[in-house]
């Protein structure tokens, strides 16, 4: 045993990590470099404003980097599984990353938080599904959003736009399918990549197909140039944006060509203007502030995503050290099982409401329809 | 076989075997894991070695062969509904790798036969290409999953056992990369081996030695292939998950950078380079926060760094800068095998002597308004030797090009044995039994002297990729050795047979040229200046050596401007001026002849 | 497809393909001198770009840390070089001119207020910036192995790329960025619109494309650089060693990328890792110029920029397939015109 606690210690250099004597320990996985950085790196700059005590006893909380790579995620889970014997870990960033980890996590048996945007980490529920939470709103939730708000408007087709990821093909999964319900067609769907320098052509493809609105489904700043462009040459319909769009460079890249823009997000967005009465509304400035002062600017949603997976962890670990020690199987199958029996808990995201079929608990609290009006986002009421 | 008999190659499998076989016992879960994926690195890497270390081509495509080989074995694995022909390959892993080596192999030829016939930058910037090309492919695909990827793949089954954890994988993949490693050190020392050594700066020489070097660099690459194609397997068992990026073209650089870090040309370069590299990635994930804080990502600053100041100190990885620190093995180096017992290679059926072997009519070759040999014929025949000699300027190398089938002639014919070889490439007429040195040595610098020399024999064996990685070719390659042993003891280089040949005199390599010219049993020998840097006693010794190969019937042509060396020497002397002929005839007469005196003397004027 | 959209689509591709074009012909300059295929060449256009936006927007700008800090290395490797030489340290004047104008950089990047001064002074800081980046990185990476092996060259040139990718990330974090237009506007052409910014995109790569024509085929000091890949000797008669050589074509390297930079900052959005994919279809174009021929490869790289547009129409998915699949037929035609075996170096 000593000898492998040795040999260990010399590959890793774990020497040189902090031995604070932390009860509870998490791992936190994030793509803060590589090609989604920009979804990582608010992830990992929210690790040190996550809850420091839980039911008595300190979180430490263990963050590792995948560079985006989902071998990488996998190596960086299997290191905190079995080096660091974490209790439970948070992430990684990318959908890819999180399909790749799951079933070394379940046969761990290590409950996993994924601040992923597809629904496929935790729907359909499996044995493996099990130990996965997800703190994000489904896609299918958000999307249901607009689509209700296109058929209130008298939309009847939409040409999609999207970005060839992850992102963009689930947007393009979901947002079909519930669009068929409530007969609006889809009428053109076309991809670009985040670097590609120009989209006249995807948007000369949309002009043609003539399509009432547009859904742009993009994360972070990528969500800007579709709408511009379409824009410029001279689209007048309604422009709709994911949760993706949901950050504030949006509104600096787009400028005058975004008002109006119609998008479903989390109320992160429209703090000020949402009524002191919902109970998401405290936690949320709470994290904002928090993320300001440390960092100096406002946090996109993928922060809040991973700051809500350590407030759903802060609310399981008292109910599972009941039934066990940190760092035993005991105790994180407890902290599983403590994870799904979560009710009402108010977040920054919204309200999560887990159950064994549900695992993103998430309901219409979840989500606000905001829109972009004298270039601030300004809540549709 | 005792301790001491044991070569440096199997002594080295050994310990590595050993290392590897304790690796489950002494590491922690966590590190077989690492080691897991070093192992499948290092097989990927080991194909590069072999493709961009050894034979010189740089190619940043081998990641997406891991992808085409992981995403048909997860594609197989997981589908439900495979189509009825292929239905019997969703079971079975076995045949998951089949078809994923295949399909490897089939867009490996495809993309190789494109590419390789390109030299230099083109190779890399192309494999770039294709590289990214297939990565958005594996993306793009609805029935792969797209950018999520395909999840789920059960664990891998073989022979009724379930690898599903980290040790049981770990023996699997480092049995497969030790097969590999020995395949290639196998393959390195044969006949098609040591063709594909010559590819890197010996291209023009091994195809005058008969090599068709274009197949040889489709070897390579397709063995290349293979080990990423394995590799792509086995991920996909050790991953059970496949997605794009890791077939990107980020994962491909990854790669060359083990390739050259480990040591570039080293086989075990491959193991060294891919745990350096995963070890130091780790180690900067680890250590950096602690140096420079936690705020920034500093990783792929300093790995990009450190890269650089590793090529610049040690550019030709740490394997070169390594082995000569390590205990020489060299000495233990058992004497060529099948030294004296084996039989003999067939010869060649030797012309009659007073045959005329070679028959140049009227050769004339333009370039452009130049006009470098004019009218030129003449004949050489077997028992012969015959000097082409003219001062500098005159187009001795243009016609020795021509002769030898580098160039071709723009008007006029030659004939070899009685046939018309103008036009043909200097692969065929070597086959046909025309050998010949070089003006400039061209030889493999870091291979030994018996090798080189063994280069020559190449159309002597016929021993194939498969034969030579399973070790089935002993017997020819003995005899080719043997051969190569015969004709370096033949031109007195006999105590040379083990150095580098980089390390002789440039005398001696000429006359490992005319050896290895030997090697190919020739029945004409074309020799460029063959004297040119040899001492008194080894020109002498030459002359002997081309006295005995005449007697035997050999013809020899040769070009030189040593007059004393050639007027002892040859039976007939034909002399250049600007691309004509001025004289021809016996030594004696041209001696006397005021033509060539005017064009050796009358630059004095 | 009807007339206005070929137009619209092949104004686009235009657009692209002229910067394409311009880093096609300044990766074939650098590989032709110093036969480093300069995969770091789109840093120089993204750094560009998020640094004059950055000085729009009135971020805090850190690359004249990187210009420091690559100035002091090379510093210190001279100092290296002339004491192993000499055995004493000597160091002129001359050899602390980047230290000095790296540290006046930093120091007018800290205090005057960038953010409000007019578009063209920020273009040319931003060039002040970038452009002593291309020499400093020749002299701080490659001038050591400049004699090396091409593979050694191309792999230090990758890890230079990968270690400034990395840089680009801390200095201007993982969003994108864009800057104003020079122009608003558009004139009306042929029935499609052009756009402005379109048209200075245009005319600046037309510009520097014939003022690199001449610098390169009439005047001596280009003919002598163009010459250094063949003839060192001839170049260092006229007064250009194989270091200034070196220097003065990653100097126009990193001025093409960074002018690249600002004409296409206004039209896209650029992100710290945009340069490469930019710079890999320059790399396209200029395999396509045979890695020899400038005029080849310029219509080349318009060629990928055009083919990008309409593949991006007619398969948006599919286009990154498309185009660098594109590549294959110029190999086989490569490969089929190409005669014996060639030796490599």
Redesign the interface.
């Known amino acids: 045993m000593f000898a492998q606690r040795l040999v260990g210690s010399l590959l890793v250099g774990s020497l040189f990590l902090s031995c604070a004597h932390a009860q509870v320990k998490i791992g936190v996985v994030t793509s803060a470099t590589g090609p989604i950085a920009l979804v990582g790196i608010p992830q990992k700059n929210t690790v040190p404003l996550m809850p420091a005590k839980a039911g008595g006893e300190a979180i430490q909380y263990i963050a590792l980097d995948d560079g985006s790579d989902p071998t990488a995620s996998v190596s960086a889970f299997k290191k905190l599984i079995s080096e660091e014997k974490v209790d439970a870990i948070i992430g990684p960033s990318g959908s890819p990353n999180a399909m790749g980890v799951i079933q070394f996590a379940a046969e761990a048996g290590v409950p996993m938080l994924a601040p992923v945007g597809t629904a496929a980490v935790v729907l359909p529920m499996t044995e493996q599904k099990k130990w996965v939470f997800k703190t994000t709103q489904n896609d299918g939730l958000i999307a249901s959003a607009l689509i209700e708000h296109m058929a209130k408007t008298g939309i009847k087709t939409v040409g999609f736009i999207g970005t060839g990821d992850p992102y963009g093909d689930n947007w393009h999964k979901v947002f079909s399918e519930l669009a068929a319900k409530k007969n609006i067609k889809v009428v053109a769907a076309e991809r670009f990549q985040r670097q590609d320098t120009s989209l006249t052509a995807q948007s000369l493809k949309i002009l043609a197909a003539n399509p009432d609105a547009v859904l742009i489904a993009a994360p972070g700043s990528s969500s800007v140039m579709p709408q511009t462009t379409l824009f410029d040459q001279g689209y007048k319909g309604k422009f709709y944006q994911t949760h993706g769009a949901a950050l504030p460079d949006f509104l600096k890249l787009g400028g005058k060509k975004v008002e109006g823009t119609i998008l479903a997000a989390s109320l992160m967005l429209v703090l000020d203007q949402v009524p002191d009465s919902n109970i998401s509304k405290k936690v949320a400035s709470d994290y904002v502030k928090a993320y300001e002062k440390a960092n100096g600017s406002k946090p996109a949603t993928f922060g809040a995503n991973v700051y809500d997976a350590g407030l759903l962890l802060e609310k399981a670990i008292p109910v599972a050290l009941k039934k066990g020690k940190p760092g035993t199987p005991a105790f994180r199958s407890a902290l599983r099982d403590a994870l799904e029996q979560i009710r009402e808990l108010p977040a920054t995201q919204g309200v999560y409401t887990m159950s064994p079929s549900d695992h993103s608990g998430f309901d219409e609290r979840g989500r606000e329809l905001i829109t972009v009006a004298n270039g601030q986002w300004t809540l549709v009421k | 076989m005792k301790p001491a008999n044991l070569s440096p190659k199997t002594l080295s499998i050994l310990c590595v075997g050993l290392a590897i076989a304790l690796g489950p016992i002494v590491l922690p879960e966590y590190q077989v894991s690492q080691v897991n994926n070093i192992g499948i690195f290092a097989l990927v890497t080991l194909g590069l070695i072999l493709l961009t270390g050894v034979a010189g081509m740089t190619s940043f495509g081998q990641a997406a062969f891991v992808g085409i080989s992981a995403y048909t074995t997860g594609y197989l694995a997981t589908s439900e509904q495979l189509p009825d022909w292929l239905g019997w390959a969703g079971a079975s892993p076995w045949a998951a790798l089949a078809i994923g080596l295949l399909l490897t192999l089939a867009v490996a030829t495809l993309l190789g036969g494109l590419t390789l016939k390109l030299s230099g930058h083109y190779l890399p910037l192309g494999t770039i290409a294709w590289g990214l090309s297939l990565y958005y492919l594996f993306g793009t695909l609805e029935f792969l999953g797209g950018h999520t990827g395909i999840s789920g793949i059960p664990p891998l089954q073989l022979f009724g056992l379930t690898l599903d954890q980290g040790y049981e994988l770990y023996y699997l993949i480092w049995a497969l990369v030790l097969v590999a490693v020995i395949v290639t050190l196998n393959l390195l020392d044969s006949r098609e081996g040591r063709a594909i050594r010559a590819l890197r700066g010996g291209q023009l020489m091994a195809e005058s030695m008969g090599v068709n070097t274009y197949r040889s660099k489709l070897l390579a690459f397709l063995v290349a292939a293979t080990f990423a194609a394995i590799a792509g397997w086995l991920y996909a068992y050790t991953q059970r998950f496949v997605a794009p990026a890791p077939f990107s073209l980020q994962s491909g650089i990854d790669y060359m950078f083990m390739a050259l870090i480990g040591g570039v040309g080293q086989v075990w370069g491959a193991l060294l380079g891919a745990a350096s590299v995963t070890f130091l990635k780790q180690w900067l994930q680890d250590l950096l926060p602690h140096l420079l804080g936690k705020s920034g990502n500093y990783e792929s600053i300093v790995f990009g760094l450190l890269i650089v100041w590793l090529m610049q100190k040690v550019p030709g990885g740490i394997w070169s800068w390594l082995s000569p620190k390590l205990p020489d093995w060299k000495i233990k180096k058992p004497a060529a095998p099948g030294a004296e017992s084996g039989e003999k290679l067939v010869r060649r059926p030797q012309p009659q002597a007073g045959e005329v072997i070679l028959d140049v009519r009227k050769v004339t070759r333009r370039f452009g308004g130049l006009v470098a040999n004019n009218d030129l014929s003449l004949s050489v025949k077997a028992g012969e030797i015959l000097a082409v000699i003219g001062p500098n300027g005159a187009g001795k190398s243009t016609l020795f090009n021509q002769l030898s089938c580098v160039d071709t002639p723009t008007s006029g014919e030659i004939h070899f044995r009685g046939v018309q070889v103008n036009g043909r490439n200097a692969r065929q007429i070597a086959g046909q039994g025309l050998s010949r040195t070089f003006q400039h040595v061209k030889l493999l610098p870091t291979m030994t002297v018996l090798e080189n020399v063994a280069i020559g024999a190449h159309l002597r064996g016929e021993c194939g990729f498969i034969s030579a990685a399973l070790r089935l070719d002993r017997k020819d390659e003995a005899k080719l050795l043997q051969e190569a042993r015969y004709q370096l003891e033949r031109v007195g280089l006999g105590n040379y047979l083990h150095v580098e040949a980089g390390s002789l005199a440039l005398g001696q390599q000429r006359i490992l040229e005319i050896a290895r010219a030997l090697c190919a049993d020739p029945c004409l020998l074309l020799l460029d200046e063959p004297a040119a840097g040899l001492r008194h006693m080894e020109k002498q010794a030459l002359a002997d050596l081309l006295r005995k190969l005449r007697a035997e019937g050999m013809a020899v042509l040769l070009v030189e401007h040593d007059m004393d060396f050639v007027m002892g020497l040859v039976d007939r002397v034909f002399v250049m001026e600007f691309g004509q002929r001025i004289a021809e005839g016996l030594p004696e007469e041209i001696q006397k002849n005021p033509a060539v005196l005017e064009a050796y003397l009358g630059g004095a004027e | 497809m009807n007339y206005q959209?070929v137009m619209?689509?092949g104004?686009?591709g235009v657009?692209?393909g002229a910067?394409y074009a311009l880093l096609a012909l300044s990766i074939l300059l650098v590989?032709t001198v110093t036969r480093i295929?300069l995969i770091p060449q789109g840093e120089f256009v993204s750094f560009a770009a998020l640094c004059m936006a950055a000085m729009e927007?009135g971020k805090p700008l850190y690359i004249g840390w990187l210009l420091l800090a690559l100035s002091l290395a090379a510093l210190a490797l001279e100092a290296k070089e002339r004491y192993q030489a000499n055995g004493k340290l000597q160091l002129k004047g001359g050899d602390f001119a980047f230290t000095l104008y790296s540290l006046a950089a930093c120091a007018l990047l800290a205090t005057a207020p960038l953010g409000t001064a007019g578009k063209p002074i920020q273009a040319l800081l931003t060039l002040g910036l970038i452009v002593p980046l291309g020499p400093l990185m020749y002299r701080v990476?490659f001038q050591?192995?400049a004699a090396?092996?091409?593979?050694?060259l191309?792999?230090?040139s990758?890890?230079?790329?990968?270690?400034?990718?990395?840089?680009g990330?801390?200095m201007f974090?993982?969003?994108?960025?864009?800057i104003q237009p020079f122009s608003e506007g558009s004139i009306q052409l042929g029935g499609a619109n052009i756009?402005s910014q379109t048209l200075w995109v245009v005319a600046v790569s037309l510009i520097l494309i014939v003022a690199l024509y001449f610098f390169f085929e009439k005047t001596l000091y280009g003919k002598a650089l163009r010459a250094t890949a063949v003839n060192r000797l001839g170049a260092e008669l006229v007064g250009i060693s194989p270091e200034l050589a070196g220097k003065a074509s990653f100097s126009l390297a990193a001025l093409i990328g960074a002018l690249s930079g600002i004409l296409?900052a206004p039209?896209?959005?650029i992100?710290?890792?945009?340069g490469f994919?930019?710079s890999?279809k320059g790399?396209?174009g200029s395999?396509i110029g045979g890695?020899a021929s400038y005029p080849v490869a310029a219509i080349g790289a318009l060629g990928i920029g055009l083919a990008?547009?309409?593949s991006?129409?007619w398969a948006?998915?599919?286009?990154?397939?498309i185009v660098?699949?594109l590549?294959?037929p110029f190999?086989?035609w490569?490969?089929l015109a190409?005669g014996?075996?060639?030796?490599?170096?």
């Open positions: 959209i619209l689509l104004q686009d657009t692209n910067i590989f295929l927007g990476f050591a192995i090396g092996h091409s593979l050694v191309l792999i230090v990758i890890a230079v790329h990968v270690a400034l990718v990395g840089i990330l801390l974090g993982a969003e994108g960025a864009r756009n296409i039209i896209t959005t992100y710290f890792d945009s994919v930019i890999l790399f396209v395999i890695l990008e547009a309409f991006t129409f948006s998915s599919y286009k990154e397939v660098f699949t590549i294959l190999l086989l490569r490969s190409h014996g075996v060639e030796e490599e170096e």
